[in-house]
T-cell receptor
Framework: GENVEQHPSTLSVQEGDSAVIKCTYSDSASNYFPWYKQELGKGPQLIIDIRSNVGEKKDQRIAVTLNKTAKHFSLHITETQPEDSAVYFCAASKDYGQNFVFGPGTRLSVLP | DTAVSQTPKYLVTQMGNDKSIKCEQNLGHDTMYWYKQDSKKFLKIMFSYNNKELIINETVPNRFSPKSPDKAHLNLHINSLELGDSAVYFC??????????????FGPGTRLTVL
């Protein structure tokens, strides 16, 4: 089955700097890659996603890149703000109702 | 106007007891899920239901039994609770079981502590 790895497990950056979180997946059939943000005491919330027919997607300060050949995808957050501090999860899934396989998470701390 | 709601938010109980967690979504979604998040924050799917029918049943002890009375509700019943069941349980829903990937909307979680 699918296996998703995520690095780093913790990341601290200064406010205004960029943050990058990387994930790799094992199943070449996976074709949907969402990123979720989980704030303290809350459920995960989708922040951006990418499908396998696209190499990059941006939404304001957040971008995701996908390299299908290498089977890895990354989350980029620019101009980080304290409210970006949270646990971030990548995930992978494939066609027709296959469940998401989540990475182990990255705890991001943005220091003022 | 909560999209996915769970009750209770906190549940503290003794080993061996039976307990239930309720989940409701008002988004009109067809698919609902239960996830378990352990103390290390690892998030793992347990069950998935589509229109009241079980779709995914990961390797979960049969002490865990999901029940879907209608497509807006997916409850989780746990028999003979064990210490290792302590975790945060999340309910989620998504629009339709088709294609690769639909956004999943998560509830606020239920923190279960087994003493």
């Amino acid at each position: 089955g699918e296996n998703v790895e995520q690095h780093p497990s913790t990341l601290s950056v200064q406010e205004g700097d960029s943050a990058v979180i990387k994930c790799t997946y094992s199943d070449s059939a996976s074709n949907y890659f969402p990123w979720y943000k989980q704030e303290l005491g809350k459920g995960p919330q989708l922040i951006i996603d990418i499908r396998s027919n696209v190499g990059e997607k941006k939404d304001q300060r957040i971008a995701v890149t996908l390299n299908k050949t290498a089977k890895h995808f990354s989350l980029h957050i620019t101009e980080t703000q304290p409210e970006d501090s949270a646990v971030y999860f990548c995930a992978a899934s494939k066609d027709y109702g296959q469940n998401f396989v989540f990475g182990p998470g990255t705890r991001l701390s943005v220091l003022p | 106007d909560t999209a996915v709601s769970q009750t209770p938010k906190y549940l503290v109980t003794q080993m061996g007891n039976d307990k239930s967690i309720k989940c409701e979504q008002n988004l009109g979604h067809d698919t609902m899920y239960w996830y378990k998040q352990d103390s290390k924050k690892f998030l793992k799917i347990m069950f998935s239901y589509n229109n009241k029918e079980l779709i995914i049943n990961e390797t979960v002890p049969n002490r865990f039994s999901p029940k879907s009375p209608d497509k807006a509700h997916l409850n989780l019943h746990i028999n003979s609770l064990e210490l290792g069941d302590s975790a945060v349980y999340f309910c989620a829903s998504s629009p339709l079981l088709q294609g690769a990937g639909d956004e999943q909307f998560f509830g606020p979680g239920t923190r279960l502590t087994v003493l």
